[in-house]
Each structure stands twice: as C-alpha cells, then as structure tokens.
C-alpha cells in the first residue's frame, strides 16, 4: 500500500520560510518522479514544482521560481520543499504527489501523478 505523508506545514508571516516534507512508503521511492502541488478553496490543484527520480532536475511554477526549492533523500524516501520569502498568496493545502518514472521528465499536470499525499496547510499571514 502506498503512502505519501506531508509534513511542516503551519501559520507563518510573510516573509518567512518554511521546509516541508513529504515521506513515502510502499513504493520503491528512488523510481519515482515527485511532485509538490497545492490548493485554495475552490480552486484545482496548481504545479508548484517537480523533481526527478535522480534528484538531477527540478521544475518550478513561475510563481515561485527563486524562492522554493525542492530536494530529495532517497535513502529516507523523503522529499523537501523549502519555502522562502514566503508570501499570503502562497497560502495553500500543499500536497506531494508521486509518479513512477525513473528517466527525467518533469510532468507538471496533477493528472499525470498516480499517488497523493492527504496536503498539510501552509497560511502566510501578511
């Protein structure tokens, strides 16, 4: 059974970071191309960024293009989203999502991942 679990997620003001994680299980996590996605009320889930099965690429929103940065640990099946200068419009349930792809390709469409973690809320408040 697979599981995605994000965590990190809180209140903080703009202008801070903050670094989320998002730990798998039940997948052989090194195949797998992860992708950070997130969502406001009402709204469909917006790409955020992706990073590759090897770490090699990462691919960002232009929205937050120098200001997140995502990373992995395969030998904690653990990915990173680390968020600075953060700011209110960047308020959003924050999901990673996992697709099995172990060649680099960047896939930014949330239809395209096959497994989603449950989100953790990120509020910045300005």
């Known amino acids: 059974q697979v599981r995605l679990v994000e965590s990190g997620g809180g209140l903080v003001q703009a202008g801070d970071s903050l670094r989320l994680s998002c730990t798998a299980s039940?997948?052989?996590?090194?195949?797998?191309?992860m992708g950070w996605f997130r969502q406001t009320t009402e709204k469909e889930r917006d790409f955020v960024g992706v990073?590759?099965?090897?770490?090699?690429?990462?691919y960002y929103a232009d929205s937050v293009k120098g200001r997140f940065t995502i990373s992995r640990d395969n030998a904690k099946n653990t990915v990173y989203l680390q968020m600075n200068s953060l700011k209110a419009e960047d308020t959003a349930v924050y999901y990673c999502?996992?697709?099995?792809?172990?060649?680099?390709?960047?896939?930014?469409?949330?239809?395209?991942?096959?497994?989603w973690g449950q989100g953790t809320q990120v509020t910045v408040s300005s």
């Open positions: 039940g997948l052989a996590f090194n195949k797998y191309t």
């Open positions: 999502a996992a697709l099995y792809r172990d060649y680099d390709i960047t896939p930014k469409h949330a239809d395209e991942y096959a497994y």
């Open positions: 990073i590759t099965w090897s770490g090699r690429i990462t």
